[in-house]
């Protein structure tokens, strides 16, 4: 599985931005979105399963943020509305190969190259 993620950039806090995670190869059965700011730890910002029956959100960006798929091709999205400037970092997006979903980093197995989000007060 390859992942391509792009969408990041500078936006304002309160502003939004969509980042996008295009995947090709196998089937997998969820993708996530995970984020990694200067040190510290990768965190779990978002998941869905394939089809999008189950989704999972970070405390920090329930209400804030929403991860959907686009069902004419496999591109994963993470909508961000009401940006804060702790939502800034290098985004994610990662693929789980076999069934379930999860919210650790060690549930997925592939990864795409992350994407830089920068928000300003």
């Known amino acids: 599985v390859q992942l391509q993620a792009s969408g990041g950039g500078l936006a304002q806090a309160g502003g939004s931005l969509r980042l996008f995670c295009d995947a090709s190869?196998?089937?997998?059965?969820?993708m996530s979105w995970f984020r990694q700011a200067p040190g510290k730890e990768r965190e779990f910002v978002a998941a869905m399963t394939w089809r999008g029956e189950r989704k999972f959100y970070a405390d920090p960006v329930k209400g804030r943020f929403t991860i959907s798929r686009d069902n004419r091709n496999n591109t994963v999205y993470l909508q961000m509305n009401r940006l804060k400037v702790e939502d800034t970092a290098a985004y994610y997006c990662a693929a789980r190969r076999f069934s379930g979903i999860g919210t650790m980093a060690r549930n997925y197995d592939f990864w795409g190259q992350g994407t830089q989000v920068t928000v300003s007060s």
């Open positions: 190869g196998r089937t997998v059965s969820a």
